[in-house]
């Protein structure tokens, strides 16, 4: 999807948020142009729901088969009672809507284990798990399908936020390690707090959004975890185990780093961390120049201005331009760009 141009509405819209520094007009661009797959619409996803779509989230898909119910809504806000026994996805999608007209909406009535949504997130940016199900199957098809997952939970003790990014950023650390344990499906009445679950899925729209905008996120290499009762906040940090066998040496995710690794090999690239401003746009313009239009360039820079200018520049010369990587190794950043086709 390329980089469009904010409307008069847009800019109306999002105004508040564009002016801070920290997401500009690039950051709100990133927003709109994302696509975010969200797994269960119940109360987490209520909250992470209305804020991403008030945010300006582009392309929103909801997974969800539940109903809409009269006890649940005390935790599910982005439900009405008029909508009691309605499709949760419906519901939720008719809201966005009220709170922002021009998300795209896909509503998935839809069992998670549906073999149409384990293909969709393949053409997603992001996957937010906010299910009761609680399957640590989705960290490895996010990590096959190199799409970095985001998931919560709450229960009666309390809830947490975490992020597993081992599909796109190296030395990333899985569900698995994180102690994330599978769940599998839930028949009895789960008690906890609606208040609880709104703040956990309201953290995860947050980073999930600073993720798409290149802003990071505080859930790389920490877990999150919220206690509702003495009101206790805190970040537990998060490494590998030996013998993972999802992100350990020889793992899934090394496999996924070599295929990534060697689609870089063969993808045209530019490294202009030795330049400044403005010869760092003028290497990367001639070359662009140099390859056919819609042909993917990746190029390497250093923070600061080089990030500020070079990708400023290239949207305003109608390139799609992606969400800056970070590369903790280097200390540098990874853009990837493409000129339009017509
Ligand atoms: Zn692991």
């Known amino acids: 999807m390329g980089a469009a141009v904010l409307t008069a509405e847009q800019m109306a819209r999002y105004s ?20 975010i797959m969200v797994l269960g619409v119940g109360a987490l996803g209520a909250s992470a729901l209305l804020y991403l779509g008030g945010a300006g989230v582009g392309r929103l898909t909801l997974v969800d088969d539940a109903r809409v119910a009269d006890s649940l809504l005390p935790g599910d806000i982005i439900h009405e009672r008029i909508h009691a026994g309605q499709p949760v996805v419906y519901s939720a999608k008719q809201r966005i809507h009220a709170v922002n007209p021009e998300v795209e909406i896909s509503a998935l009535d839809l069992p998670l284990s549906d073999d149409y949504v384990i293909d969709k997130i393949k053409s997603v940016d992001l996957v937010l798990d906010l299910s009761a199900d609680l399957s640590l199957k989705w960290d490895q098809v996010c990590i096959q399908q190199r799409v970095p997952l985001f998931s919560g939970w709450v229960d009666q003790h309390g809830g947490w936020a975490a992020a597993s990014l081992v599909g796109v950023e190296s030395e990333a650390v899985c569900m698995r390690c994180q102690g994330i344990k599978q769940r599998g499906n ?50 537990y940090p998060v490494e590998r185990q030996g013998d993972c066998p999802v992100c350990s040496k020889g793992s899934v995710a090394d496999k996924v780093v070599e295929d990534r690794q060697e689609d870089d090999a063969g993808a045209a690239c530019i490294d202009i961390t030795t330049e400044q401003c403005p010869m760092t746009f003028v290497k990367v313009k001639l070359k662009l120049e140099s390859m056919p239009p819609g042909q993917e360039l990746t190029i390497r820079l250093n923070g600061g201005e080089p990030l500020h200018n070079v990708p400023l520049s290239l949207v305003d010369e109608g390139c799609w331009v992606s969400s800056p990587m970070a590369d903790d190794q280097t200390g540098t950043f990874i853009l990837k760009t493409r000129r339009p086709t017509s």
């Open 16 to 35: 508040r948020q564009i002016i801070l520094k920290e997401i500009g007009g690039i950051g709100q661009r990133h927003l709109l142009d994302a696509h």
């Open 186 to 235: 839930v028949t009895a009445i789960e008690p906890f707090s609606g208040l609880l679950a709104g703040m956990v899925g309201t953290v995860l729209a947050t980073e999930a959004c600073k993720w798409l905008m290149g802003l990071g996120t505080g859930l790389r290499g920490q877990r999150w975890c919220f206690s509702p009762f003495d009101t206790a906040f805190k970040a």
